[in-house]
């Protein structure tokens, strides 16, 4: 059996081992990827720190990761309508195809999901074996490293195509990787004015160049006076990136009378918000799961191909051997997007 190098957690305690393993087999209904990029996601740093969630959730050993472009080298027997080479990336939410929400279209929250590099192994690997049917092909022209992010780009594209952005003041909290992406959606939309606020300098400076026309450091700026003294009346979309409650309360608080609120970023605990300024404003709150699958898939794709650029998130490169380095990176914050390279 040939053997190849895989990022996993070996034991339940926080790091990883940079592990020889075997090539993984693959299912008639599956493929074998040969990973040439993988992206470092929020998830994989919580299961690196092993957070209480990952403890919870991750059986070892588990080779982890879920953000890649990498080319097919072997079909599974069941599989027809791919190809050897063919460059792709791919949902690493696998649904079950059975229950009420997939039944009815709504597999981003089907009841039973697994999810690549958490659940099944990931692609943290120089090869990886993914459901076909979760595969998203990309142009032969596309950099690998774009192809990479597409799954937490469709996290952003998500929260921000819940709207129409074009002609609208829209804040966005949190300028981590999903935060920068919505920046980059909201101008490639047509929005009017762009807020983005995150309490890291190196943060907004990269929001300031994806296109932010207003950026606020939450620590010493307050984001909810600034905008209601641009906009007159307050801001007509927030998209919260931030799983923070502080920025939450800046980012409804700098919303006018019948604006909406995508919510993605997630909370480290219970949360307690102004209802009755929800109630008596009039404010629509949507909640944001993942990403459709795959209707946020082709919007990404158009958004793409019609010019979106949000290359400037990727800010740094690691080979596997330097994954240390790379989580440090992401646990102090001074990054956009980090990228592996096996
Ligand atoms: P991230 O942790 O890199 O970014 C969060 C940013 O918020 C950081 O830059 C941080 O400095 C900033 N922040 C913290 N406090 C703030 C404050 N008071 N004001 C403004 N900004 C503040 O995360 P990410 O990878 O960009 O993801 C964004 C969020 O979305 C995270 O909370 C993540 O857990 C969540 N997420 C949710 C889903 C989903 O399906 N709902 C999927 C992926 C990620
Ligand atoms: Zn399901």
Known sequence: MALMKALRKTTANPGLELCEVEVPSIRSDQVLVKIEIAAICGTDLHIYNWDKWSSDRVKTPRTIGHEFAGRIVKLGEDVRHLKEGMLVTAEGHFTCGQCYYCRTGQGHICDDVKILGVDV?????????????????????????????????????????????TGQNVVITGCGPIGLFCVALARHAGARKVFASDINEYRLDLARRLGADYVVNSRNGDLTSLVHKVTGIGADILLEMSGSKEALADGLGALRKGAAASLLGIFSDSVSMDLDAVIFNQLTLYGINGRRVFDTWYQMEAALESGLDVSPVITHRFSFEEYEKGMALMNAGNCGKVLLIP
């Open 121 to 165: 192994d990931g692609i943290f690997a120089e090869y990886a074996a993914i459901d076909a049917k979760n595969i998203w092909l990309l142009p032969e022209d596309r950099d690998p490293a774009i192809g990479a992010i597409h799954d937490p780009l469709g996290n952003a594209v998500h929260s921000a195509y819940a709207h129409c952005l």
